[in-house]
């Protein structure tokens, strides 16, 4: 069986401070993907990055950064200097190649205080 | 065009009439889906129609009836529906296959009376 799972139910920081929010994934597979979706208040889910299981390089996108650590299960996502646009609902979502489908975490729901 | 553009944004219905959502994309993709979110919740996965064809149906009740009538039209049928249906549907695609990244619409905020 899979689990997903995101502790952090909520989390509220002032702007400009950094921000980590964590995932954690635990499977048998060795192959799935992991993916990162933002839904901003006007609710439309928005696409920020698929990782592959094999790939545990971190990786940067401007103020975005991830950190995935195989051996802790753990896909976590950093917003460095964080803005007001940044608040939104942050999913993590594992795609099982066995049944092929892809399963949302229950989601943080982050607020950047100006 | 890097939309996929739902309506109507909300709807109000009564448990005995028949409505449709629909939604739309011009990228090409060949991949569609339907979402269902209540409120707080994640996104469930309700249809998958890959180049036209259902080929994943998340046992969703038959009050709820998918269409895809050519590739960049998705429809969502909906009759005899419940209060307990009351959620925002999210409509989304990819180009083609289902593990890359989803393009999501805005959704439709449906509240049965």
């Known amino acids: 069986a899979q689990k997903v799972t995101q502790a952090q139910t909520e989390i509220s920081v002032v702007e400009k401070e950094d921000v980590t929010l964590d995932c954690v994934y635990e499977?048998?597979?060795?192959?799935?993907?992991l993916f990162w979706y933002k839904q901003p208040p006007s609710g439309e889910l928005v696409f920020l990055i698929r990782r592959n299981s094999f790939d545990e390089q971190n990786e940067i996108s401007g103020r975005y950064s991830w950190n995935f650590q195989k051996s802790t299960s753990s896909f976590n996502f950093t917003i460095t200097a964080s803005q007001v646009v940044d608040s939104a609902v942050y999913f993590c979502a594992p795609f099982n190649f066995g049944n092929e489908k892809l399963t949302f975490g229950t989601g943080t729901r982050l607020t950047i205080i100006p | 065009d890097t939309e996929v553009t739902q309506t109507p944004k909300h709807l109000v219905m009564g448990m005995t009439n028949k409505k449709s959502l629909k939604c739309e994309q011009h990228m090409g993709h060949r991949a569609m889906y339907w979402y269902k979110q209540k409120a707080k919740k994640p996104p469930e996965l309700m249809f998958v129609?890959?180049?036209?064809?259902?080929?994943i149906n998340e046992s969703v009740p038959s009050r709820f009836s998918p269409e895809c009538p050519n590739s960049s039209l998705l429809n969502l049928h909906l009759h005899a529906l419940q209060p307990e249906d009351s959620a925002l549907y999210l409509c989304?695609?990819?180009?083609?296959?289902?593990?890359?990244?989803?393009?999501f619409g805005s959704g439709t905020q449906l509240s049965v009376l």
């Open positions: 499977t048998r597979d060795t192959t799935y993907y």
């Open positions: 129609y890959s180049y036209e064809k259902l080929s």
């Open positions: 989304a695609s990819s180009r083609g296959r289902v593990d890359e990244k989803l393009f």
